[in-house]
């Protein structure tokens, strides 16, 4: 599915901008602080969750603008979706699918959104959460009911916290319903990851060693059993912690490069890169293959970090995904093979073809 029209409103360096663009590739060009990443950040919004920069939808909205924002898009076969917030809530995300109120889960059933970034170089070295995050974008795209267990289990466990941090002892039937919960959609979202990292390290384990290493994938830490009867013995010790020590929200994606057989984490920085873009490019061939619809792609600022060569094969690949890509650099030099584009010149909040 592709973005064929995205109207940004009051969207960080944006006062008013319309963006249109072909399938295929969509490269954005302009100076560093131009509003490049601004643009890809409002396409992951039209994805569940904070977008490609965990941000606050509070610290989206343009700071002299009048509050709230808007990011509209068109996708090819006239879908519309949009997403955004008022002045007199501006942290509640509001979505309209077809003119019609949505939820943030429902998105995903249009649209895939994945991205890499450049603060995705420290994916593998620091903490779980990031990957765990990227991970579940990986499953989101392949199961779109992914992102209404993850809602509702993250829902669970924050009334379990603080009934459990509550003053006078918490109510052992009530807390055992939100454990059941828990428990329900906990081991749901561990068998959707468990299918994911299993299909995704299939395909990972039969690509020819190329210019994008081979990633091997595995889960650790929580693997989802019994989670209900894990949480009631563990009242105590999560009372005492302020949180739940078991669940999903304790589970690590594990990567190893192959061809090196080493961690991710003590690869070099560019070879981090490479099992990065490896994963995101299997993954982006597995959705087309099993949804029939290849995810839209960001990729901010990836092109400027690779040798031609590299570069070169990555546009390759990209092309053969048969989805959208939408890109950032300073300059359109770096996309010169590639062909065929949008080709577009961010400056100040205003985007113009290039
Ligand atoms: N809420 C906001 N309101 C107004 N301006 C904002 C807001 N958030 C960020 N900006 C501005 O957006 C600009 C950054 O835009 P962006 O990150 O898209 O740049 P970029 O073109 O990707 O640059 P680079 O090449 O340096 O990565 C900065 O000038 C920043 O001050």
């Not at 950040?41 to 904070?50: F, I, K, T």
């Not at 990011?71 to 509001?94: C, H, W």
């Not at 590299?310 to 890109?327: I, K, N, P, S, Y």
Request: glycine fraction near 12%.
């Amino acid at each position: 599915m592709s973005v064929t029209r995205l109207i940004l409103t009051d969207f960080r360096s944006y006062d008013a901008a319309t963006i249109d663009a072909a399938p295929g590739f969509v490269v954005l060009t302009g100076e560093n602080g131009a509003g490049k990443t601004n643009a890809l950040e409002a396409l992951s919004l039209l994805s569940p969750g904070r977008g490609l920069r965990g941000a606050t939808l509070f610290e989206m909205a343009r700071s002299d603008g009048p509050g709230g924002f808007a990011v509209a898009a068109r996708l090819a076969g006239d879908v519309e979706i949009g997403t955004g917030t008022t002045a007199t809530a501006p942290e509640r995300r509001q979505v309209r699918i077809n003119g019609a109120g949505a939820s943030a889960t429902s998105l995903s059933e249009w649209l895939s959104v994945l991205w890499l970034t450049p603060a995705m170089d420290r994916l593998f070295t620091e903490g779980a959460s990031g990957r765990r995050r990227f991970l579940d974008r990986l499953v989101l795209a392949l199961e779109p009911g992914h992102g209404h267990h993850s809602a509702r289990y993250e829902a669970a466990m924050r009334a379990r916290n603080k009934l459990l941090a509550g003053p006078e002892g918490a109510d052992p039937m009530w807390l055992s319903a939100l454990e059941v919960g828990m428990s329900e959609h906990g081991e749901a979202i561990a068998i959707a990851r468990e299918r994911t990292v299993a299909a995704l390290a299939g395909r990972l384990a039969d690509q020819p060693e190329g210019p994008f290493a081979r990633a091997g994938l595995a889960l650790e830490g929580w693997r989802g059993i019994d989670l209900a009867g894990e949480l009631r013995m563990s009242r105590g010790r999560d009372t005492a912690a302020g949180r739940a020590l078991a669940g999903p929200h304790r589970t690590d994606l594990a990567v190893t490069h192959l061809g090196k057989r080493q961690p991710a984490d003590r690869c070099s920085t560019g070879e981090q890169k490479a099992l990065l873009l490896g994963i995101t490019l299997a993954h982006a061939d597995l959705v087309a293959e099993r949804v029939g619809r290849p995810p839209l792609l960001l990729l901010d600022e990836v092109a400027a970090h690779l040798d031609p060569i590299r570069r070169a094969a990555l546009f390759e690949r990209l092309a053969a995904t048969g989805g959208q890509v939408w890109m950032t650099g300073t300059e359109q030099a770096l996309f010169e093979g590639i062909g065929a584009a949008t080709r577009l010149t961010v400056r100040a909040g205003r985007v113009t073809d290039a």
